[in-house]
């Protein structure tokens, strides 16, 4: 079975590390698999690499994004050599491949370049006579031939694209945490590691703030049923079993649990605008200045006022974009766009949501969320839900009590053995 | 014209020094001139990344050095997209070239490559646009798409390659010192700077010790005519004008001094075996098991005793390859191969080398050399000549003595303005 690794710049931060991460593909090795490994840059490098292309140019334009791949895309380079020259030197045949070099053919968006296709043929024959494939993650080419980078986390697209194309076994993310949990152990200590996670789930779980995989890499992994493993680099888990969480197809998951997870994000701030006169594309007047301003909007309320006149426009946004949203209502309403009575701004919100695929045939989920809050005396300050999610919006200050009081109505605590 | 401006690690060495840098290419596009650069890594990331491949690896396979060379080549692939960065941030349109995006395609030997030749297809094609090409020093790729690196100070040879091939009107050495000098001015204060030197000069200075350029650059420039300037690049030197050392053809020099140049070596050991018993093949005993063990031979003296049965061998090695030369005599006679007398050896010599083209001309420089050194005090242990080259071995003692004492014979001292 060809099984493909990858890890992250924590797992190769120096050469200590990187010979740990040797010993995690010679176990695969030795198992009879074939065997492809994804590196990142060494922890801190790529940080080092922007720092240095920022001092000296301002990257407002598309040529120099491409010399700055040129100069980011090294930090993976160097790891892939690294991780061959170790594997070699313990006696496993490997070598090192840079994005272009296999080639990864990217689109021409440097900085944020997509993956369009992957010539199989040269990794192939390596794979073939046995050799292990350290292939550069983040990275590819374009088809002028130059380099280019995926963006930030790119590593892991760069990961399941490989899986997908060469039709891996598996595809096992090492990262700094070893699996997808209920919620954030950090808030909630008996929260339970995830066995399996329907693909949909951990998308909601990335894009909510689980920051464990690029939302990217497991859209990639749905759409290409890549069985994907999220374990950590650290611990010692035994190859072939399961050691962390598996990403798997809805269908895959036989006991569906009403609800999954549960995801937060304090990286909120709510606007209100409030006595908005109510006619036809007053929403795009709004939202249309906004999102050309590059402000990301979440979630989206429209109330119309008891005498029908006029509105209350609510939404959320990043916690960072709140000054330059206030400014773009302002101007807009300057310009005579829209007109309203008052704006409204609150930056001590956060989000918390439940998630799990579960909710599509479980029913009273949401009211026993609403119930559960109530009960805590937490109020609601908005609701958005999807088939497999229900988000709200409270007071900051409520969260962590939000979160456990949750975790424990849906049945997720752990239970934990008396010492 | 076009001109290629090379710019060494040192150079390079942070961000504000890539900035001055920049300055000097843009004074070349500013004057008229299509530019193309060739820069190392930046000081001290070769060395760093060196370190983590000898960590991980004793490269003791050829399959580890084209790891390696993925690893190391890396360092310059980030100046050349950081430099083309600032020159694009200055508004000069410019791009970073990897040395496989040329291509510049090499030999198999990894670590050590040598340039086969060079692809002139898509970086004229950016010339021509008007564009500074900004290349990636020290690195190629081989024919099977492998990246390859030239060795230490390959960046010169990069250099002289490029502008041998894109038939460059000259090729500018930019380095922390400001030209070539009629000996070291750390030990004759009024070195003279020389405006000329012929290649083969250069040549024997390289080799003698006077390290501003490679031995392999200067070589591809001979053969190639290609005028090369050595120059500084923390100086303000005008462009257009000869601020450095020019690289010329000896026919060049019209007006031909005695001596051009004292080099030296300190890095010096001599070994005499004494009493050899004289017989046809005794050199190739001696000398074969000695280039077998990797220890290179300069100096080779051999006389006949009075009573002709037996000779004395004298020959200098590098220093620190003295106990590894004396265990392989020692093993050879052990073996039978060559009977002795007595082994002395001696560490504390040194080599000084008058150079000059001029020798081809002016008779009586050798008697000139002993004459001074005589009349010093100083006693000559060995002599080898060439040529355009005249070599001593003295004790290490008299080095700087011996130095000032030729420089000032042959008429080199400056004439120092009085303050």
């Known amino acids: 079975m060809l099984i493909v ?16 991460v040797a010993q995690k593909v010679a176990k695969e090795v030795h ?5 492809m490994v994804v590196v990142s840059a060494m922890a801190g490098v790529t940080d080092r690499l922007v720092g240095y292309a920022r001092t000296l140019s301002a990257l407002d334009t598309p040529e120099a994004w491409a010399d700055y791949d040129m100069v980011v895309a090294s930090g993976e380079q160097i790891t892939a050599g690294l991780l061959a020259l170790k594997l070699r030197a313990m006696g496993i045949p490997a070598r090192g491949w840079a994005g272009w070099q296999v080639p990864i053919i990217s689109s021409e968006e440097h900085g944020k370049a997509r993956i369009n296709r992957i010539d199989k043929g040269a990794v192939s024959e390596s794979l073939a006579l046995g050799e292990v494939a ?7 080419m374009t088809e002028k031939g130059r380099i280019s980078t995926l963006g930030r ?5 760069s990961a399941v694209a490989l899986a997908a194309a060469f039709g891996a076994g598996r595809c096992d993310i090492y990262t700094d945490v070893d699996g997808v949990y209920t919620t954030d152990p ?3 200590r008996n929260a339970k ?7 949909e789930e951990m998308l909601e779980m990335a894009s909510q703030g689980a920051k464990v995989l690029q939302t990217r890499s497991v859209e990639m992994a749905m759409n290409h049923n890549v069985v994907v493993q999220v374990l950590s680099s650290f611990a010692d888990s035994p190859i072939g079993s399961i050691g962390g969480t598996l990403l798997v197809r809805e269908e895959d998951i036989v006991e569906k649990e009403r609800v999954t ?14 006595g908005v006169q109510d006619r036809p594309g007053v929403s795009a007047a709004i939202f249309v200045p906004l999102a050309k301003a590059g402000v990301n909007v979440d979630m989206i309320v429209q109330n119309v006022t008891p005498d029908g006149k006029d509105t209350d426009v609510t939404f959320t946004i990043s916690r960072s974009d709140l000054d330059n949203a206030k400014k773009v209502i302002e101007h807009t309403a300057s310009e005579g766009k829209i007109a309203y009575r008052a704006l409204h701004t609150a930056a001590d919100v ?3 949501s439940v998630i799990g695929v579960g909710m599509r045939s479980h029913a009273g989920i949401a009211g026993e969320m609403f119930t559960t809050l109530a009960e805590k005396g937490i109020n609601i300050l908005l609701i958005t839900t999807s088939e497999i999610k229900i988000s709200v919006l409270i007071e900051e200050a409520y969260l962590e009590l939000a979160i456990r009081a949750l975790h424990t109505a849906y049945g997720l605590d752990a239970v934990v053995e008396k010492g």
């Open 350 to 352: 956060a989000k918390v």
């Open 31 to 35: 198992a009879g698999n074939q065997v």
């Open 193 to 199: 590691k995830l066995e399996k996670v329907a693909y």
């Open 134 to 140: 350290v292939v550069a993650g983040f990275q590819g």
């Open 5 to 20: 690794q990858k890890f992250g710049g924590t797992s190769v931060g120096d050469t200590d590390r990187i010979t740990n």
């Open 261 to 274: 997870g549960i995801a937060y994000s304090r990286d909120e701030a709510r606007i209100t605008v409030s």
């Open 186 to 188: 950090r808030i909630v």
């Open 153 to 157: 986390g790119g590593s892991d697209t």
